[in-house]
């Protein structure tokens, strides 16, 4: 009867049946027990069997328990490698399943050592689970083993040991694209990245071209990630384009060049970008959280709220739904909700920057500088770029660490040498202390040079011969930029500096001017409202009772499960 039972239960695991599989394994267990003459193997296997059926229903603390034991019944007769493979994580993630679809045979104990690591991983015990990765012999490591071994030393913090088993992880099969993107992340460059590369077309290559396009295609990608990761936000996009072409309609090209064009300040083709990539596949997630973001900046709510309505019908329990919930949130004024699913996504997948970013930005506006530096700290931990830094020196700025603030934003530039952005970010922490005015100045026009078409730097600039009561300057600045660019935040900006020099007519233009390209521009909106009262003969900055009463009013909006 055991045979049979063993046969059955070995078939059900097979079939992913892991709830039939775990009650036909308690009587497996119980037949066992009663069998004094029963080898330390079959027990074992039988152990490994019923803990597998534990793992595939997720009770990973029981199945860590059989794996133990199993592993202990192995010691008594069994040495290393000297058993035949029998089982892996299966592809789907689901449970630890057959190499080769057979639940007959003896057991390795490394193997078992790799499904106690898992389910430590499971229980989100990320050492416990490094330690028992690091008992499996190098030489009896397989790519899956080598991989995730790579994860762990990663999240731990052991970055030359991560990097080592990435290595490794490409020596075995080059195709681990995670690998290589792992490896541009920490700092790796392409060059010896692609190294690892077999010099010769793959065998399986039907031929010469095949091998070589298969070549050019992994060469590409590390020079897309390399680029991404040293923040080298140009030649990236430059290689994706060439990608682009040859892989017109890729998702993962698409959704890489929506992020690059974002972080080069091109929103419209960012948005494009990943319009496209929602067409290819409307039920992909991944990076939809930037594309909230970008949404939100052009303030776009109507798109976002089809947004994140369609991802909420996806999977709520990915981090990037969360993220774009925030977002919405904060578009509608709901700080305080946006934080709370800022932090919902966090719980969700700790390690995702997106959401610290976020959660930096909310907190900052909440006037929490200390959380917004600890939230921007983990975002540069994870994976940096500009966002971060920015977001780091406009918390330091708001709690009067100018030094902190000028340390972050000098490595911004020391990341990026050839960045307006990063320039300019160091005129921003001059241009918060009086003396520092004229260093601003020349970061700000410094950035300029580098970078004509960079409107921060002209806004930045514009603002800082506003503070120095240059109004003319700064009149002529933003007029001489709006010849060639129509952009309303150059509009706004424009539109109050002349309120300022009392030019109401031209300034209520320009505030027109701005909520016709963009209307949903909150800056331009609340200032004509303010240069209508000033035209009207109203004090600007008397509240209405209206305004007064607008909390109670606002009671019980019925927009607030536009998307739930």
């Known amino acids: 009867m055991m045979e049979i039972l063993r046969e059955q239960m070995g078939f059900l695991l097979d079939q992913g049946l892991h709830d039939s599989a775990e ?22 296997e039988n152990m490994v069997l019923f803990a597998d059926a534990l793992y595939g229903r997720r009770e990973y603390k029981r199945a860590l328990n059989f794996y133990r034991q199993a592993l202990q019944q192995c010691r008594v007769t069994l040495k290393p490698n000297t058993a035949v493979t029998r089982s892996t994580l299966s592809s789907t993630g689901s449970r630890p399943s057959s190499a080769n679809s057979s639940y007959c045979g003896t057991i390795n104990d490394n193997e078992v050592k790799y499904k106690i690591a898992l389910c430590h991983m499971g229980l989100r015990d990320t050492r416990s689970a490094l330690t028992e990765m690091e008992a499996i012999p190098s030489k009896a490591r397989t790519l899956r083993i080598n991989l995730t071994l790579a994860k762990l030393y990663r999240v731990t913090g052991y970055d030359r040991a991560a990097v080592a088993s990435y290595r490794e992880c490409l020596r075995q099969c080059p195709y681990v694209l995670e690998a290589i993107i792992a490896l541009a992340e920490l700092g790796i460059p392409a060059k010896d990245i692609q190294l690892l590369f077999p010099q010769t077309p793959s065998k399986v290559a039907r031929a010469p071209s095949d091998g070589h396009e298969s070549s050019r295609l992994l060469q590409k990608l590390t020079e897309v990630h390399c680029g991404i990761a040293s923040l080298d936000y140009k030649g990236a996009l430059e290689n994706l384009n060439q990608l682009a072409q040859r892989f017109p309609n890729n998702l993962h090209v698409l959704l890489e060049t929506g992020k690059v064009e974002g972080a080069l300040g091109r929103g419209d083709e960012a948005v494009h970008s990943f319009e496209k990539s929602r067409q290819v596949d409307p039920c992909n ?4 959280d930037e594309y909230a973001m970008l949404l939100r900046m052009r303030g776009d709510t109507a798109e976002m709220n089809r947004l994140v309505y369609d991802l909420l019908n996806v999977d709520a329990g990915r981090p990037e739904v969360w993220v774009s919930s925030a977002v919405y949130w904060e578009t509608r004024d709901d700080r305080v909700r946006a934080l709370s699913y800022a932090d919902k996504s966090i719980r969700v997948a700790d390690r995702h920057t997106p959401a610290y970013l976020l959660k930096g930005n909310l907190s900052l506006s909440l006037n929490h500088s200390e959380a917004a530096v600890m939230a921007f700290r983990k975002a540069q931990s994870l994976k940096p770029d500009l966002r971060s830094y920015q977001g780091l020196v ?10 902190e603030a000028l340390c972050a934003a000098r490595e911004a530039m020391k990341a990026m040498p050839h960045s307006a952005k990063a320039l300019t970010l160091v005129g921003d922490v001059y241009a918060h202390v009086p003396e520092g005015r004229e260093k601003a100045r020349k970061f700000y026009e410094s950035a300029l040079r580098l970078e004509p078409g960079y409107l921060g730097a002209v806004l930045a600039l514009a603002d800082l011969h506003r503070m120095e009561s240059r109004n003319e300057e700064a009149t002529l600045l933003l007029q001489r930029y709006l010849q060639n660019w129509a952009d309303d935040a150059l ?4 539109a109050q500096i002349l309120a300022l020099t009392n030019k ?4 209520l233009s320009h505030y027109q001017a701005a909520l016709s390209i963009n209307p949903q521009n909150e800056a331009a909106r609340k200032g004509l409202e303010r240069l209508e009262k000033q035209m009207k003969g109203v004090d600007p900055d008397a509240l209405e009772e209206d305004e007064e009463n607008e909390a109670e009013d606002g009671e019980g909006d019925p927009e607030e499960a536009e998307f739930l």
């Open 23 to 44: 009650i036909l394994g308690s009587f497996l267990l119980c037949a066992a027990a009663s069998n004094n003459d029963l080898a330390p193997t079959v027990r074992a």
């Open 285 to 288: 997630l991944t990076d939809m």
């Open 394 to 403: 406009r918390s330091y700025l708001a709690l009067s660490k100018n030094k």
């Open 491 to 494: 509009h706004t900006k424009l």
């Open 504 to 507: 109401l007519g031209e300034s």
